[in-house]
Protein backbone atom coordinates (compact mmCIF):
# COMPACT_ATOMS: atom_id res chain seq x y z
CA UNK A 1 0.00 0.00 0.00
CA UNK A 2 1.51 3.21 -1.08
CA UNK A 3 2.42 5.46 1.34
CA UNK A 4 3.25 9.49 2.71
CA UNK A 5 7.85 9.26 4.07
CA UNK A 6 9.43 12.07 5.46
CA UNK A 7 12.32 12.42 6.57
CA UNK A 8 13.97 12.97 9.18
CA UNK A 9 11.95 11.03 11.64
CA UNK A 10 14.07 13.60 14.42
CA UNK A 11 16.01 17.29 13.67
CA UNK A 12 17.46 18.64 16.45
CA UNK A 13 18.86 22.45 15.67
CA UNK A 14 19.90 25.18 17.29
CA UNK A 15 17.83 28.79 17.73
CA UNK A 16 18.18 30.78 14.62
CA UNK A 17 19.32 28.13 12.55
CA UNK A 18 17.71 27.09 8.97
CA UNK A 19 15.82 23.86 8.67
CA UNK A 20 14.39 21.76 5.87
CA UNK A 21 11.87 18.95 6.41
CA UNK A 22 11.30 16.43 3.75
CA UNK A 23 8.39 14.70 2.80
CA UNK A 24 7.57 12.26 -0.57
CA UNK A 25 3.91 12.53 -0.84
CA UNK A 26 1.76 9.26 -2.91
CA UNK A 27 3.09 9.25 -6.10
CA UNK A 28 -0.85 9.90 -7.57
CA UNK A 29 -1.81 12.56 -5.09
CA UNK A 30 -2.41 16.04 -6.51
CA UNK A 31 -2.67 18.12 -3.07
CA UNK A 32 -0.16 18.39 -0.59
CA UNK A 33 -0.06 20.01 3.40
CA UNK A 34 1.80 20.26 6.15
CA UNK A 35 0.34 20.57 9.48
CA UNK A 36 2.22 20.62 13.32
CA UNK A 37 1.10 19.15 16.23
CA UNK A 38 3.18 20.53 18.94
CA UNK A 39 3.07 17.87 21.96
CA UNK A 40 0.22 17.13 23.55
CA UNK A 41 -2.10 19.35 21.09
CA UNK A 42 -4.36 19.24 18.40
CA UNK A 43 -3.10 18.82 14.84
CA UNK A 44 -2.69 22.25 13.16
CA UNK A 45 -2.99 23.19 9.59
CA UNK A 46 0.02 25.00 7.93
CA UNK A 47 0.03 25.16 4.39
CA UNK A 48 -1.82 23.82 1.50
CA UNK A 49 -0.21 23.07 -1.92
CA UNK A 50 -1.38 22.29 -5.11
CA UNK A 51 -0.32 22.90 -9.00
CA UNK A 52 3.25 23.85 -7.90
CA UNK A 53 1.85 26.76 -5.55
CA UNK A 54 0.57 27.27 -2.52
CA UNK A 55 -3.36 27.17 -2.41
CA UNK A 56 -3.72 28.40 1.33
CA UNK A 57 -1.33 28.98 4.31
CA UNK A 58 -2.56 29.49 8.09
CA UNK A 59 -1.60 32.60 10.74
CA UNK A 60 1.08 30.14 11.74
CA UNK A 61 2.83 30.00 8.34
CA UNK A 62 4.28 33.45 7.94
CA UNK A 63 7.98 34.60 6.16
CA UNK A 64 9.50 32.15 7.94
CA UNK A 65 8.00 29.17 6.28
CA UNK A 66 8.78 28.02 2.60
CA UNK A 67 7.58 25.49 0.84
CA UNK A 68 8.88 23.82 -2.48
CA UNK A 69 8.38 21.21 -4.72
CA UNK A 70 11.50 20.69 -6.18
CA UNK A 71 11.27 17.88 -8.06
CA UNK A 72 8.54 15.28 -9.62
CA UNK A 73 8.76 13.57 -5.82
CA UNK A 74 9.50 15.48 -3.28
CA UNK A 75 7.26 18.31 -1.04
CA UNK A 76 10.08 20.54 1.63
CA UNK A 77 9.09 23.06 4.52
CA UNK A 78 11.96 24.98 5.16
CA UNK A 79 11.96 27.34 8.28
CA UNK A 80 14.34 29.93 8.61
CA UNK A 81 15.82 31.15 11.71
CA UNK A 82 13.77 28.47 14.26
CA UNK A 83 12.35 29.75 17.32
CA UNK A 84 12.08 27.54 20.49
CA UNK A 85 8.07 27.39 19.76
CA UNK A 86 8.74 25.89 16.38
CA UNK A 87 9.96 22.92 18.38
CA UNK A 88 6.42 20.09 17.40
CA UNK A 89 5.95 17.27 15.63
CA UNK A 90 5.69 17.81 11.99
CA UNK A 91 3.05 16.21 9.77
CA UNK A 92 3.34 16.23 5.24
CA UNK A 93 0.15 15.04 3.98
CA UNK A 94 -1.29 13.94 0.51
CA UNK A 95 -4.17 13.49 -0.70
CA UNK A 96 -6.14 13.01 -4.65
CA UNK A 97 -8.98 15.69 -3.89
CA UNK A 98 -8.67 18.79 -1.77
CA UNK A 99 -12.36 19.09 -0.61
CA UNK A 100 -13.28 15.95 0.56
CA UNK A 101 -9.75 15.89 2.69
CA UNK A 102 -9.37 11.91 3.09
CA UNK A 103 -5.54 13.05 3.14
CA UNK A 104 -3.02 10.65 4.39
CA UNK A 105 -0.12 11.57 6.69
CA UNK A 106 3.37 10.94 6.70
CA UNK A 107 4.84 9.15 9.86
CA UNK A 108 6.27 13.07 11.03
CA UNK A 109 9.86 14.71 11.84
CA UNK A 110 9.95 15.85 15.31
CA UNK A 111 11.72 19.38 15.48
CA UNK A 112 13.51 19.94 18.72
CA UNK A 113 14.97 23.54 18.60
CA UNK A 114 17.23 24.02 21.25
CA UNK B 1 -14.09 31.25 12.43
CA UNK B 2 -14.28 27.86 13.24
CA UNK B 3 -14.24 25.65 16.13
CA UNK B 4 -15.36 21.92 17.33
CA UNK B 5 -15.97 20.53 20.37
CA UNK B 6 -15.31 16.87 21.56
CA UNK B 7 -14.87 15.26 24.85
CA UNK B 8 -11.37 14.94 26.15
CA UNK B 9 -11.58 11.25 27.60
CA UNK B 10 -13.56 8.16 27.51
CA UNK B 11 -13.17 4.89 28.90
CA UNK B 12 -14.81 1.87 27.37
CA UNK B 13 -14.93 -1.62 28.19
CA UNK B 14 -12.93 -4.54 25.34
CA UNK B 15 -15.93 -5.70 23.47
CA UNK B 16 -18.13 -2.64 24.01
CA UNK B 17 -19.52 0.26 21.84
CA UNK B 18 -18.61 3.61 22.36
CA UNK B 19 -19.63 6.62 20.66
CA UNK B 20 -17.57 9.68 20.07
CA UNK B 21 -19.57 12.94 19.93
CA UNK B 22 -18.58 16.26 17.72
CA UNK B 23 -20.21 19.67 17.38
CA UNK B 24 -18.71 22.19 15.06
CA UNK B 25 -19.44 26.06 13.97
CA UNK B 26 -17.94 27.31 10.52
CA UNK B 27 -18.39 29.19 7.91
CA UNK B 28 -19.11 26.95 5.08
CA UNK B 29 -19.02 23.38 5.04
CA UNK B 30 -18.10 20.85 2.91
CA UNK B 31 -17.38 17.99 5.34
CA UNK B 32 -16.26 15.82 8.68
CA UNK B 33 -13.71 13.58 8.62
CA UNK B 34 -12.25 11.64 11.66
CA UNK B 35 -8.85 10.52 12.46
CA UNK B 36 -7.33 7.87 14.64
CA UNK B 37 -4.03 8.49 16.06
CA UNK B 38 -2.05 6.56 18.67
CA UNK B 39 0.64 7.90 20.63
CA UNK B 40 3.83 9.08 18.87
CA UNK B 41 2.27 8.06 15.27
CA UNK B 42 0.36 9.94 12.82
CA UNK B 43 -2.87 10.42 12.25
CA UNK B 44 -4.25 7.61 10.67
CA UNK B 45 -8.05 8.86 8.24
CA UNK B 46 -10.99 6.60 9.47
CA UNK B 47 -13.91 8.58 7.99
CA UNK B 48 -15.47 11.30 5.92
CA UNK B 49 -18.84 12.26 5.59
CA UNK B 50 -19.85 15.32 3.29
CA UNK B 51 -24.20 13.76 3.47
CA UNK B 52 -26.47 13.59 6.28
CA UNK B 53 -26.71 9.98 7.53
CA UNK B 54 -24.60 6.95 8.81
CA UNK B 55 -20.89 5.83 6.69
CA UNK B 56 -20.35 1.98 8.19
CA UNK B 57 -16.52 0.73 7.32
CA UNK B 58 -16.39 -2.41 9.26
CA UNK B 59 -16.23 -1.73 13.25
CA UNK B 60 -16.11 1.85 12.55
CA UNK B 61 -18.93 4.32 11.55
CA UNK B 62 -19.63 7.57 11.30
CA UNK B 63 -22.87 9.88 11.14
CA UNK B 64 -23.39 13.54 10.29
CA UNK B 65 -26.18 15.79 11.06
CA UNK B 66 -25.25 18.57 8.73
CA UNK B 67 -28.80 20.89 10.29
CA UNK B 68 -27.21 20.17 13.74
CA UNK B 69 -23.70 20.53 13.16
CA UNK B 70 -23.12 17.01 14.40
CA UNK B 71 -21.14 13.83 13.85
CA UNK B 72 -20.28 10.99 16.06
CA UNK B 73 -17.95 8.06 15.62
CA UNK B 74 -19.10 4.92 16.64
CA UNK B 75 -16.83 2.33 17.39
CA UNK B 76 -17.96 -1.78 17.85
CA UNK B 77 -16.69 -4.59 19.76
CA UNK B 78 -14.11 -2.46 21.28
CA UNK B 79 -10.29 -3.89 20.83
CA UNK B 80 -7.34 -2.99 23.43
CA UNK B 81 -5.80 -1.68 20.23
CA UNK B 82 -8.54 0.98 19.77
CA UNK B 83 -7.32 3.06 22.45
CA UNK B 84 -5.83 6.13 20.71
CA UNK B 85 -6.90 9.81 20.72
CA UNK B 86 -9.45 10.46 17.89
CA UNK B 87 -10.01 13.57 16.05
CA UNK B 88 -13.19 15.05 14.31
CA UNK B 89 -12.12 17.46 11.75
CA UNK B 90 -14.17 19.97 9.46
CA UNK B 91 -14.09 21.16 6.04
CA UNK B 92 -15.05 24.88 5.54
CA UNK B 93 -13.99 28.04 3.99
CA UNK B 94 -10.88 27.40 5.36
CA UNK B 95 -8.65 24.39 5.31
CA UNK B 96 -9.07 21.48 7.45
CA UNK B 97 -9.39 22.02 11.05
CA UNK B 98 -9.17 19.11 13.84
CA UNK B 99 -10.64 19.42 16.95
CA UNK B 100 -8.61 18.93 20.16
CA UNK B 101 -9.22 14.85 20.31
CA UNK B 102 -10.91 12.81 22.64
CA UNK B 103 -9.01 9.99 23.78
CA UNK B 104 -10.00 6.88 24.52
CA UNK B 105 -8.88 3.85 26.82
CA UNK B 106 -10.07 0.60 25.95
CA UNK B 107 -9.91 -1.16 29.16
CA UNK B 108 -10.48 -4.86 29.75
Known amino acids: EPEVTQTPSHQVTQMGQEVILRCVPISNHLYFYWYRQILGQKVEFLVS????????KSEIFDDQFSVERPDGSNFTLKIRSTKLEDSAMYFCASGASGITDTQYFGPGTRLTVL | GQSLEQPSEVTAVEGAIVQINCTYQTSGFYGLSWYQQHDGGAPTFLSYNALDGLEETGRFSSFLSRSDSYGYLLLQELQMKDSASYFCAVRGNTPLVFGKGTRLSVIA
Open chain 1, 49 to 56: FYNNEISE
